[in-house]
């Protein structure tokens, strides 16, 4: 049983298509990636699964998670899907924090409105604190998010995550406003928190690298729509997407080979902006006539499934 | 420690305040030296004076002395509450405005109340729903803001009193119910421009704060609507609102004279408005000094109050 189900996902608002059949699965216990680059649509994706969508949002397809059928659901429903079953870390701890409030009350906010009495969720607030590593938090909990760094406030969102003991666990880009030091205790933090719970984890991120490390699996958006997924150790060893390739080549590697950094050419294109068949054929060194005529159909390369003509051009 | 640096900002802002009035004492003080000829003329203002009272005026206003002297005196003397003799009334200046405060005081008071209730459900609902409900708002608030104060009089005057005489039309009124009823009109007619200005600031702080991120992350943990309203949307605009509602409270001791005139209501504002006509300089210092206390100590009322409503304010000042 996945926690989360996101199938044939079609966004759009007024005349702008934004997501374009999107399939994204997570399963229980299962960390998965979904990386792009802004405006390829992972945010929107990983919203999506709260039942969070822009205003005036046309929506089709179907999104189940943690077992509620988020586009049938009332207001009811998903306010309950919110508090108790599903969580969403953001990117900026300090624009996610209200700053005017106190710590102790963000993160008692979500237990007291799923009805836990004021005492016990005080206690569960420094539990929490405590679970994410802040030292003193009775302290901590009467101060005000500018007292604290950003990565220390970005354990309070997590702790707040985590108060409502979730079965998914949305990490939109948890770690990219933090120091680098910072990004990869979170990034520890979150894992070691998923493992002890059993929490199914989307992991949005652009950073390639960051979801080789962390993810289980991981799926490549380009321009609203998924170019590939495939485990990560694959993907790594052996891309099926050119763009996934281009991505890997564009960013430096850290692994002692000084392989050279290549730029891809041309900027990221929106779903509502990208040329008919392949999004990505404007940017691609292998496209040709056959890359116009139609969105390439899903379909296995080695241990990817790719929506490419030509996966074997990319990786023999 | 934290306690201190509080307590040490909030010592600053006093002196602050302190040192504007002191500015503006010299200002209102400077205002008569200033009057070309000899300033003894300004303040008989054409009245057949005997020379002991025009000696009299000389050294009440310190017009036999150099500057300094000469306004050290009158400080002295409004220190000591005494603001001077009136030129029309020939009654202490002090007795003349404490006797009209508190017309004018309760009128300045309901009309803030009204301004502040009216324009910032106006500003809430326009921002939360949007659409239509926004756009008829926003016409409202500047139709409002543009709004001149004694055009409003003079219009809810021939509706209201005049036409369907369901208010009267002059006097303050006597007993506390008859009073808030002769000066719901002259309330009203005030409050219109303040309303406009509070339900177009009003309108961007709620709407900016419903685009903020913390808002969504309000919504992403299931905090139901009406809560993420009061928690999180009008708690953060409090401190720009209130700036606002200070500054306003302020203004509205401006737009007594006008209101006051115009509904016949015996105020310090009508008695600024006699007091210039008739060229009677005492008053006019005087309640000009009254204005500008009003205006400062209101605003450092709400800059004292602003780090309860948000602890960043005082985070920026010394560190601890």
Redo the contacts between chains.
């Keep these: 049983m996945n926690v989360l189900d996101i199938a044939g996902l079609r966004l759009s608002v007024g005349d702008v298509p934004l997501l374009a059949d999107v399939t994204v699965r997570v399963g229980r216990a299962e960390t998965v990636g979904l990386v792009g680059e802004s405006g390829s649509g992972k945010s929107l994706t990983s919203?999506a699964a709260?039942g969070?969508f822009p205003?005036g949002a046309r929506v089709t397809g179907h999104v189940t998670a943690a077992g509620v059928d988020v586009l049938a659901a009332g207001r009811g429903a998903?306010?309950?899907?919110?508090?108790?079953r599903a969580?969403?870390v953001?990117q900026?701890p300090r624009?996610?924090?209200?700053?005017?409030?106190r710590v102790g009350d963000y993160l008692t906010?979500?237990l007291r409105?799923?009805g836990v009495p004021a005492r016990e969720a005080a206690a569960r607030a420094l539990d929490l604190l405590d679970q994410v590593g802040i030292r003193d938090p009775g302290r901590a909990v009467r101060r005000?998010p500018?007292e604290f760094s950003g990565g220390m406030l970005q354990r309070v969102v997590i702790a707040?995550a985590l108060a409502?003991e979730p079965d998914l666990l949305l990490a939109d880009e948890p770690t990219t406003a933090l120091d680098v030091t910072t990004q990869a205790e979170v990034v520890a933090l979150l894992k070691r928190l998923q493992r002890d719970r059993g929490t199914g984890m989307l992991f949005v991120t652009h950073d390639l690298d960051l979801a080789a490390a962390v993810c289980d699996r991981v799926y490549v958006m380009y321009a609203g729509r998924v170019v590939e997924e495939a485990p990560s150790a694959g993907l790594f060893r052996a891309p099926a997407h050119p763009y996934t390739r281009a991505l890997l080549e564009a960013s430096p590697s850290a692994r002692g080979e000084r392989a050279e950094i290549r730029a891809i050419r041309g900027r990221p294109r929106s779903l509502a902006e990208a040329p008919s068949g392949c999004s990505f054929r404007d940017r691609c060194p292998l496209a040709d006539d056959a890359c116009a005529r139609k969105v390439p159909d899903i379909r296995p390369h080695g241990t990817s499934l790719v929506a490419c003509l030509r996966p074997q051009e990319v990786t023999p | 420690m934290k306690a201190r640096t509080l307590s040490v900002w909030a010592a600053r802002r006093a002196l602050g305040a302190a040192l504007t009035v002191l500015v503006a004492t010299v200002v209102v003080y400077g205002a008569l030296r200033l009057v070309p000829g000899d300033p003894v003329v300004a303040l008989s203002a054409g009245r057949r004076l005997t020379p002991e009272q025009i000696e009299a005026l000389r050294h009440r206003h310190g017009l036999d002395r150099g500057f300094l002297q000469g306004y050290l005196s009158w400080i002295g003397g409004v220190l000591r509450l005494d603001l001077g003799t009136s030129l029309n009334y020939q009654t202490s200046v002090m007795s003349l405005i404490t006797g009209r405060l508190g017309v004018s005081g309760l009128l300045i008071l309901y009309s803030a109340t009204l301004a502040a209730a009216l324009g910032t459900a106006v500003a809430l609902v326009s921002a939360v729903r949007g659409g239509v409900a926004d756009r008829i708002a926003s016409v409202l608030a500047a139709a409002a803001t543009a709004t001149p104060t004694f055009v409003a009089s003079i219009a809810l005057l021939a509706l209201f009193s005049i036409g369907l005489g369901w208010f009267p039309a002059t006097g303050a009124g006597t007993g506390p119910a008859d009073r808030l009823w002769h000066l719901t009109l002259p309330a009203v007619a005030m409050a219109i421009a303040a309303f406009g200005v509070l339900a177009r600031v009003g309108n961007a702080a709620f709407a900016e704060q419903l685009g903020r991120e913390h808002v969504v992350a309000a919504r992403s943990r299931g905090v139901g609507t009406a809560a993420v309203i009061r928690r999180h949307v009008v708690r953060n605009a409090l401190a720009p609102l209130l700036t606002v509602v200070g500054v306003l409270v302020a203004s509205l001791f401006v737009g007594t004279a006008v209101v006051e005139t115009a509904f016949g209501l015996d105020g310090v504002g009508s008695l600024l408005v006699t007091s210039v006509s008739r060229r009677d300089f005492p008053v006019v210092q005087g309640i000009a000094l009254i204005g500008i206390a009003l205006f400062v100590v209101v605003n450092t009322l709400v800059d004292l109050v602003l780090p309860l409503i948000d602890p960043r304010v005082t985070a920026g000042g010394p560190r601890r």
Aim: charged share 30%.
């Design positions: 919203r709260l969070m205003r998903l306010r309950d899907l919110r508090r108790t969580a969403m953001f900026d624009a996610s924090i209200n700053p005017v409030r906010e979500g409105a799923s005000h500018h707040g409502a």
